[in-house]
């Protein structure tokens, strides 16, 4: 027969045994539910933005308007970005990092003279959808590795968790800014010209307050590769 203190301390293990269990039951029910939250979040459609270097495919005409857009510059990097994943990515956006460089965004639109249309923002990216971006130089110097953010929301668009930001240093050599030759000096001033035609500006006028541009650096007889301006312009080359 147990004495009442024995019994007392039977009974005290039994209810020590009995809370254990109990708190292990509620730990591995919140463990449960929080995979149960957590997994799809994980196992979710996700986009993937990858990148490689494109070639470009310019025109006469096309390339008198790039020059313009690119604020007198020759576009020579551009890089393609696709969604090589299975999920949308939503607001997609990319600028220059330590100042390596600039960025345009765009998407192809052949109704466009440029062959472009030009965005600050790529709004939907749907899996297998892609555009492109021009990389312009933002000094004088050569640049190995342009550094450029990129910036885009999976869905939920709504959950702070949803924003994704990656830097990406690109593995192409940039060009430093160098003046228009003579040529591109007389595509630039030709797409100019006849915007300004069509707003009803004269061109230095339209150059220097619309654009923010040196009419100087349009004129084509002071390009660096006119030895004689003076023979050129005489003989309207």
């Not at 509620?26 to 539910?33: D, E, F, G, I, Y």
């Not at 696709?82 to 990515?89: I, L």
């Not at 006119?226 to 080359?237: I, K, M």
Request: proline fraction near 7%; glycine fraction near 6%; charge should be negative.
């Amino acid at each position: 027969m147990f004495t009442p203190f024995e019994s007392g301390y039977e009974a005290s293990a039994m209810i020590d045994w009995s809370a254990w269990i109990s708190t292990g039951s509620a730990v591995v029910s919140a463990l449960m539910a929080g995979v149960t939250v957590l997994w799809p979040w994980h196992t979710r459609m996700a986009p993937d933005l990858q990148y490689e270097r494109d070639m470009f495919s310019v025109t006469r005409e096309s390339m008198s308007e790039l020059l313009v857009v690119c604020e007198l510059q020759r576009p020579r990097l551009l890089v393609r970005w696709r969604n090589d994943g299975d999920g949308t990515a939503y607001a997609v956006k990319i600028e220059g990092l330590d100042d390596t460089c600039s960025v345009r965004l765009a998407l192809a639109d052949e109704s466009k003279p440029s062959g472009f249309d030009f965005v600050d923002i790529i709004g939907k990216l749907e899996p297998g959808e892609s555009f492109k971006a021009l990389i312009l130089p933002t000094s004088t110097a050569d640049v190995g590795r342009p550094a450029v953010r990129l910036d885009w929301k999976e869905s939920p668009t709504r959950l702070k968790r949803g924003h994704r930001s990656r830097r990406v240093e690109l593995p192409y050599p940039l060009q430093g800014k160098r003046p228009l030759t003579y040529q591109e000096r007389i595509l630039a001033r030709h797409a100019i010209e006849q915007t300004a035609g069509e707003y009803g500006y004269p061109f230095d006028q339209f150059v220097s307050q619309m654009l923010g541009l040196d009419p100087d650096d349009l004129n084509p007889w002071s390009a660096s590769d006119v030895e004689h301006p003076e023979r050129a312009r005489e003989s309207g080359e």
